[in-house]
Structure formats: C-alpha cells, structure tokens
C-alpha cells in the first residue's frame, strides 16, 4: 500500500461557491499522479473516520483535492480553517496488462505459434499497439483482434 499521507496534520479549506468543493483538503505531493476524474480513488483516514473509497481531483499543475462533504464534517466536527488528521492511500486499479499475460492468452487461444513465426519486428508492433492502449477493456479488444488475423493466419 503506497501512502499519500500518513498521519499528516492538513487544513479543511473552505472556499464558498464552489459546489462539492467548497469544503476540501489539498493532498501535498500528489501533482504528479496522472490520472483523469474518477480513475484515482483514495482511502484511508480523516480524524480517525475512515474514508473507503473517495475521488481525487484533478488540476493541472496543482495538488490533488478531496472534497469534504457534510457528513464527513459532521463525523470529525470540522469546518473549513480547521486542521485534521489525514492517511490516504491510492487505491491501485488492475494494471494493464503485462506481455506475459498476452503471451498466455495467446497461446491459450493457440495463435502462439504462429504469433513465434513473425519476425522480431512484426512481433514488437503487436506487442506495442496493444500496450499502448490505455485502458484494459480497450487492450482486451486489440489482443482479440490480433487473435482472429494470427488464427487466420493458422488455417
């Protein structure tokens, strides 16, 4: 588990006007986490109440944000100004999905073979559209687009 912060001693801000953000905490350190709006999620702890799954957000350049809601200040009996006591922890998401995966799925499909028999070239350009991809719905569907032309190629 890869902290954020642990026991750290930060400010509930309050900024009025905007919207589920007027109350936040600024997480320190965080710029460089890259990630769009809902695929970095945190838990941890605020005051000792446990946060389990909650969004960071995103500004270019700048710190992540959490945003407070009602219920959480109710629970720690914080407002905005206030100092807490904050753990978090980056949530991990299923990481792409490594080349030994895509050998084995490959090879469970029975297309390994012919896969072996392209050269050294064809075989890294495979390897590099599908790790390109971002997400891993969207590799899924270029592994399996590989794997009609390598069976196609098997007949």
Known sequence: MKYLVKDEILELKYEPGKGAWTYHIQIPNTKHIVGKWGSLKVSGTIDNYKIDSINLFTITGQDKLISINDKIRKAINKGGGDKVTVTLYLLTT???ITEKEIFETFKEEGVLKVF???TNEEQKEIIG???STKSEDKQIKVILKFIDQ???SND
């Open 116 to 118: 072996k028999k392209l």
């Open 94 to 96: 299923k990481e792409q």
């Open 129 to 131: 559209k599908i790790a």
């Open 150 to 152: 390598l069976s196609k």
